[in-house]
Each structure stands twice: as structure tokens, then as C-alpha cells.
């Protein structure tokens, strides 16, 4: 698989968004454009070739189109599909295209002033955009959300090419690189082994009934030694982290496609046995109601095949 490095000192260049839907046999047309093309599919299994590589991209999953090169439907869709697009220019003059094997040095990005990977300088990924050709987003999907904003600040800004869009396009790349990078274990993480684990079981099991109680007893601890684990290394609570990734999966299903989900249904899919707490609870962090929530990013171009 290939992927895409370039340096945030160089922001991407916003021109187009949208969201497509089909209820049935969509077939991708054959292009070949001088701009990339980020896509996220939200619902369904997108069929389309690359480099005539086939892909089937499924719900949660990215896919990079490059520019000057021929992408195409391969097969049609077997049912409901709906993905979310956004064509932009990169700016970095010196973007590079790597493999996995050369882009892996011990866990950094590494790389000298002629653009070849070394041993010498290390990139950090604050400092870059990193796009996989196909990608998996994390459980807790921050980048679909984000791809939601853009795509209501662009029918907001009536499809003009505004810094907003540029902004808000910029911002999407560089989570979906953390999330990314994140969910593959491709960045050097400072957190011990064992924390590590502990909050990645958290982030994977959100939805069931967690305690401090169960997780100590899964990873064998007494509570209070994980408790104070927790604490020391990150500096937040194991139900802060219970909530947060609750909240998280919570948010990306306010601002799904349709159809909507009711606040009760989304409240027991992400872990919450009380409505009324879930309510209460999502007000104190996004100062907001789930339904302003839903209502605030809710508007977007919908392409229908």
C-alpha cells in the first residue's frame, strides 16, 4: 500500500465537497483528474480501481485517489451506499509517495534533505500529513465527524471555495493522520505497555458495561492500583476515559446519514443504560444538547446515483 506524506507548513487546497448516495447498483464513472480525492464511506461497499488495483472500500473506510491516474467502478454496489468525497490540491512542492516498507524506521517517520528515508532526522507527525491510499478509521471516528463539518460549512458557504473550507479541510487531514496513525500503531506512544492497553480495551469496548471493577479484574489488577495507574500516567480518571470514547462514538452518530437515530437508541449503542445521564452528561462536555448537537452540522450536498 502506498501513502501520501506532506508537511503541514504547506495547507492543503479545499475545491469541492459533497456526500453521495445510492440506493442501489452504483457503478464509480472512469476519470482521471489533476487533484487528489479523499473519500469515506459511511454506509455500504464502494468498488473502485486504482492503478488497476480493485478495492472494496467498506463503512468506515478511506480511500486515496491520486491525481493523473485512472480510477474507476470495477463492479456495482449491491445495495444502500453513501460515502462522503472532497477533491483538493496538495501545495508541498516536495509531497513524497511511499510504501509502507520505506515509509517504517523503528517506529519514525525518518528521512534526509534529498527525500529518501534515512536514520538521520526524524518526522514528526505533527508536522505532516500522512494519507494511506486505504485507511480504517478508529472506533471512536473523529475524522467522520469532522468530514460532517466540512460538508455543512461548504453547503453553508454555498459550495464556494472559502477559507473555511480550506480551514476546515486542513484540520480533517491532520486528525484522520492521528487517528490513522493511531489505530495502526505507527507512532512511538510514551505511555507505558500495560496503560496502553488498558485504555485501548477501553476504547474498543465502550458500548459494554464497564467498571473499574471489570477492567481490573480482566487485567488482573486490584482497582485501586489501576485506578492510580491510570492517573499517574495520563492524568485523567478511568471513567473519564469510559465517557469520553462513549461521548466520541455518540457524536459521529448524531451526524450520520440519515436515517436519524433517536437520542434514546444512541444513548444504549454507546454504553449509556440512562438516558436522562446521557443527556446530562453530553451537555457537560460539548455545552450543548444532543439535538443542537445534531442540529448544528446537519446540512450537506448529497449526490444521488
Known sequence: MLY????????????SSGN?????????????????????????????????QNFDIRENETLLLFPHQTHYGYKKSEGYLSYYWVHFFLTDPNYTIYS???????GSFLFDSSDSLTNT?????NDHFVLPEKGTLSPEKRTLLLFSQLLDISKRDNFRQTWRCHYS?????AEFTVEFMSENDLFDNRLPGNVKAIIEWIRVHY?????????????NYHPTYLTALIKQHTGHTVSYYITLYRINAAKNLL?????KITTKSIAYMCGFR?????LRIFKKMEGMTPSQYRNAFSEKKLNRK
Not at 506524506?5 to 475545491?15: F, L, T
Not at 442501489?24 to 479523499?38: I, K, M, T
Not at 451526524?255 to 436515517?259: F, G, N, S, V, W
Open 121 to 125: 532526522n526524524a518526522m514528526s507527525t
Open 20 to 52: 453521495l448516495v445510492s440506493e442501489d447498483g452504483f457503478l464509480h464513472d472512469r476519470r482521471n483528474l489533476d487533484s487528489w480525492v479523499f473519500i469515506l464511506v459511511c454506509k455500504g461497499t464502494l468498488h473502485i480501481a486504482q492503478n488497476e
Open 169 to 173: 479541510l486542513n484540520l480533517l487531514l
Open 274 to 278: 440512562d438516558e436522562k445521564y446521557f
Open 207 to 219: 458500548e459494554e458495561p464497564l467498571t473499574v471493577a471489570s477492567l481490573a479484574e480482566h487485567f
Open 255 to 259: 451526524t450520520a446519514p440519515p436515517p
Open 4 to 15: 501520501c506524506v506532506s508537511s503541514e507548513q504547506y495547507p492543503v487546497k479545499y475545491i
Open 100 to 106: 509502507k516498507k520505506t515509509l517504517l524506521r523503528h
